[in-house]
């Protein structure tokens, strides 16, 4: 979408720059990696500096999540100014700022479980926290998945609502 998006209307979908960077450095990070000790030491460095830069995007006003669910918009077929009306006008900072915090813990509780069974199994810690690491993660990503369904809904409605009143 990302590239067609470019190519149709001359320009870049964030949303699709940023998923694809981060699948690019994923498996980077997988190819470079020489053992499973060392690619678990480098997935948590990428979580923490991930968590890092997520939390600085909102801190410059340039929120990450907020920047996706209006290009999920844009695809589902609102224009952009509707779209930048419609969240300057209901404020949802806020709400994107909550979801934002919660990505971000879900990535430092992820790391933190890779550092906790890595510094108490050693090693074996590695293979243990996989485990772990995917419940905790499935449940995580459950969460976001119906927040963002719900708040995607919400800011339809409201996009409906407005363009009925301007009709």
Do not use: P, W
């Not at 149709?8 to 720059?17: L, P, Q």
């Not at 108490?120 to 772990?132: A, E, F, H």
């Amino acid at each position: 979408y990302t590239c067609i998006n470019k190519i149709k209307n001359n320009a870049c979908n964030s949303s699709g720059i940023i998923i694809l960077s981060l699948l690019v450095i994923n498996m980077t990070l997988n190819l470079f990696s020489k053992t499973q000790y060392d690619l678990i030491i480098k997935e948590i460095y990428f979580l923490i500096t991930l968590s890092i830069l997520i939390a600085a995007s909102i801190m410059f006003k340039k929120n990450v999540i907020m920047q996706i669910f209006k290009d999920i918009l844009e695809i589902l077929g609102y224009t952009r100014h509707n779209i930048d009306n419609i969240f300057g006008k209901n404020e949802l900072d806020s709400y994107f700022n909550s979801l934002t915090s919660l990505v971000i813990v879900h990535l430092l509780i992820l790391s933190f479980i890779k550092v906790h069974f890595i510094l108490m199994y050693g090693l074996n810690g590695s293979v243990q926290s996989q485990s772990l690491s995917s419940f905790i993660g499935f449940i995580f990503i459950a969460t976001e998945i119906i927040l963002s369904t719900l708040m995607i809904n919400r800011v339809r409605l409201a996009l409906k609502f407005n363009s009925i009143i301007s009709y």
